[in-house]
């Protein structure tokens, strides 16, 4: 078969180029087996253009040589879809032409159009395709693969190397994209349609189904309006989680320090660590109900502080939706604005903080607070007075150690051990992000206290959130949520923790500086007025308390944990000394459990029946083979009263061994002599020593009492047990001490709040227990025992008073 050239009209003669483009697969000789001929195409096979704007229409067509049998090829056509205005601005030269069309769309490997071998003098004489090699293809589509749109410098190169002109090798890559676009549509209308089809048979189902609606409950028809009342609970239904799920990402863009809308991630929330399940969980956030839901991925944010940015990895999260998840989200939302307002109330100053006469602690402008901070705890009760201060101090501790010790309930306790009667942690919410803290999140429950009886206990439900602010910064915050969880409100608790807690900054030589803001309302009619103004001036529980406690333990564990050897004057080993220190500490601990009723001992409170004074307070208990406890019914009685004394001097008193006649019925009426010293800090007031007391007679043996002191601005602890002779030289030896019995008695002092006034003084609280009745340890009180620790108390006091000149 011979062309008339390679533009002819529909008659295949040399046309003017208006027409189809038409290449003749006959014309080529004959290679090998392998090559396929095509038919030569006629105007009327030709396919129309799809879109009807002007331009080149490049399409694969099909038709059947007529002289071949009925086959099926494709060929390249190029029509000019645009008319006479454009026709002259898109004709390309005869060359190029060919070029461009070498091969075709489906035949990018066999023939290159750039290899016809046109002669100009001669038209109609036919035309020769050169099919590209097997490595020249291999090398092109390798090349394709990496990149589809090669810029003119890497078309030479590979021209170049593949023995190709320029224009081949581009318009080979401009055959090859459009066979995969060609491709990519199939495959695309293919799915299309399937789901078309699906969506069609779905939709007549239902259809069908609306047709003859059945009642759920009755089996019958269902009557139009009820399937209306169901439609328009699912419309309020869907309203109300489309609701959650804004909250949610409202929440989630606070945590992240980005925004995040449900609209552009509906069903993967990037939210941080929180095993924050707040589906169906394991230990998290537990079920949220029977919600779909699905797994989060891990992801990695930043997140902005005034202290600086921090990474926060986060894990897998599920996400749903219940009465459950609503509680959760409360309480990360309040964890959320508890842990802006202390990062802000810790950086910012006066106006709004007022500083004291003292310099060591900084009292809470309340109006000013009003007007920078929203309320985020519900109301305040009606009768509960406020109480905020703020103190900075520099401990020895770093500050992933330190807020290790505070997200550990039991730690926690240890730390603070005369502030703290009980601690635990009810909830973990959140373990914290990537092995760290950061991001922790837990419900906990405290009892606070006061030494003294006329101040009761706080019981604290709140919420404690750890965040790191920057490298080497933390903050850990905690907030009541009495007011907000049902079933503890706030003002049957009796107090409310406001955003309180500690920002940790590391310094260069391993301390930390700590600020601490200390912010609650309490009911102010449970106190008893000798403590309102310890209390209003944050001296018995606020920031100047826990910041002072939190100093002196730090360097008593300091030097504790040393390898400093012991003063030549003793006799007792390193082991020994450890063994002694926490002995010393449980009798500490056990003498401020009989001075306030938490719930961490069993006391009963005596209730009338008996003369005692009016505000000392009794309370029993029955040891029944309790290790290191005696057996039998313990009596515990305690008071406080105001002296007009520097709690120093009272301190400084009631330690020294060589007075210790002039108040302690133990002594004899004779001085102790110190047997053993244990220093716990750089004052010599934080101590553990072993006493021993004068004997009354030859024959009798001296008594050993072991006796802990305690000393910071916050107050002072004196307390002190008769002890066990070979008891204590089997503990001094480094033996175990958990067994060793004792009954502790002592003294705990405090400032009585009157900072900067004429007249200021201290409280002093004194409590004793003793063994009433080891004989019989089911036996009754009697009248003549708490007469007698009545009696014990009260001369103890106006003995004290005497030695002090406090008579009045």
Not at 160 to 169: F, H, I, N, P, S
Not at 187 to 210: F, Y
Not at 289 to 299: E, I, K, N, Y
């Amino acid at each position: 078969m011979s062309s008339g050239g390679l533009f002819g009209g529909r008659g295949g003669g040399g046309g003017n180029g208006s027409g189809s483009a038409r290449i003749g697969m006959n014309d080529l000789p004959h290679r090998t087996s392998a090559v396929v001929s095509q038919p030569l195409l006629d105007s009327s096979s030709i396919y129309k253009p799809v879109f009807p704007s002007p331009g080149l229409s490049l399409a694969l067509q099909a038709n059947t040589d007529s002289q071949g049998g009925d086959r099926s090829n494709w060929t390249c056509v190029a029509r000019n879809v645009g008319g006479g205005e454009v026709e002259s601005s898109l004709r390309r030269n005869k060359e190029d032409e060919n070029e461009s069309r070498s091969g075709g769309s489906d035949n990018l490997g066999g023939v290159s159009g750039d290899d016809l071998d046109l002669e100009q003098e001669n038209p109609r004489k036919k035309k020769r395709y050169h099919r590209h090699t097997s490595q020249q293809i291999q090398e092109l589509e390798a090349f394709f693969k990496e990149c589809p749109h090669p810029d003119e410098k890497q078309r030479s190169d590979l021209s170049k190397r593949l023995a190709l002109e320029t224009r081949q090798v581009k318009f080979w890559f401009q055959n090859r994209r459009t066979q995969m676009k060609t491709q990519m549509e199939r495959h695309e209308n293919t799915t299309l349609r399937q789901e078309n089809d699906k969506l069609r048979a779905e939709n007549l189902s239902i259809k069908e189904v609306m047709r003859n609606p059945i009642c759920n409950n009755c089996g019958g028809l269902a009557v139009l309006g009820e399937v209306s009342l169901e439609e328009q609970h699912l419309q309020v239904e869907n309203g109300r989680l489309k609701d959650e799920l804004d909250r949610v990402c409202s929440l989630v863009g606070k945590f992240i320090g980005k925004p995040l809308s449900s609209s552009s991630a509906p069903l993967a929330l990037p939210m941080p660590n929180f095993t924050l399940e707040l589906a169906v969980g394991s230990n998290a956030f537990p079920v949220l109900g029977s919600v779909a839901f699905t797994t989060l991925p891990d992801f990695t944010a930043g997140l902005s502080s005034p202290l600086g940015s921090v990474i926060t990895p986060a894990r897998n999260v599920v996400v749903g939706g219940a009465d459950r998840s609503h509680e959760r989200l409360v309480y990360l939302e309040l964890a959320l604005a508890a842990m802006d307002e202390l990062v802000k109330m810790a950086q910012m100053e006066d106006p709004l903080w007022i500083p004291g006469l003292d310099g060591g602690r900084e009292t809470l402008n309340f109006d000013e607070y009003h007007q920078n901070f929203p309320r985020c705890v519900g109301p305040k009760p009606i009768g509960f007075a406020s109480e905020a201060t703020r103190s900075t101090c520099v401990v020895v501790i770093n500050s992933l150690a330190l807020v290790e010790t505070l997200m550990d309930a039991n730690r926690w306790q240890d730390m603070f051990p005369s502030v703290i009667a009980k601690a635990t942690t009810t909830d973990v919410i959140s373990a914290g992000m990537g092995g760290s803290r950061t991001g922790a999140l837990q419900l906990m429950y405290a009892e606070l206290q006061v030494l003294s009886p006329l101040v009761p206990v706080r019981h604290c439900h709140f919420l404690r959130f750890c965040k790191q602010l920057a490298n080497g910064a933390w903050a850990v915050v905690d907030v009541s949520v009495d007011g907000v969880r049902d079933g503890y409100p706030g003002d049957r608790m009796g107090c409310c923790r406001l955003p309180s807690g500690g920002v940790v900054q590391d310094m260069p030589n391993g301390y930390s500086k700590v600020t601490w803001v200390e912010h609650a309302e309490y009911d102010e009619s449970a106190v008893h007025p000798l403590y309102r103004p310890s209390l209003l001036s944050g001296m018995a529980l606020g920031a100047p308390r826990w910041v002072a406690a939190l100093q002196r333990q730090c360097q008593s564990l300091s030097i504790l944990m040393s390898s400093l050897p012991a003063d030549a004057a003793n006799t007792i080993t390193p082991s020994g000394r450890c063994s002694m220190v926490k002995l010393a500490q449980r009798m500490t601990d056990n003498f401020c459990a009989g001075v306030c009723s938490s719930s961490a001992h069993e006391w009963n409170k005596l209730r009338g029946g008996v003369h005692i004074g009016e505000d000392v307070r009794v309370m029993t208990r029955r040891s029944l083979a309790n290790p290191g406890e005696p057996t039998g019914l313990v009596l515990s009685a305690a008071t406080s009263v105001w002296l007009p004394a520097t709690p120093q001097q009272v301190f400084d008193f009631l330690r020294n061994e060589q007075m210790r006649s002039q108040w302690d019925i133990l002594s004899n009426g004779g001085p102790m002599q110190e047997m053993t010293h244990i220093a716990k800090g750089p004052d010599s007031g934080n101590a553990v020593s072993l006493l021993r007391a004068s004997a009354m007679s030859a024959d009798q043996s001296s008594m050993l009492i072991l006796q802990e002191t305690c000393t910071d601005a916050s107050g002072s602890l004196v307390v002190y047990a008769p002890v066990d002779v070979p008891a204590m030289h089997l503990v001094m030896s480094g033996g175990d001490s958990s067994y060793v019995t004792l009954l502790p008695s002592g003294f705990a002092i405090l400032p009585d709040g009157n900072v900067g006034k004429a007249v200021g003084g201290s409280l002093l609280t004194v409590a004793f227990q003793i063994l009433v009745n080891s004989l019989q340890p089911t036996a009754k009180l009697t009248v003549e025992s708490v007469e007698t620790v009545n009696n014990l108390i009260s001369c103890t006091v106006q003995k004290i008073k005497a030695a002090l000149n406090c008579d009045a």
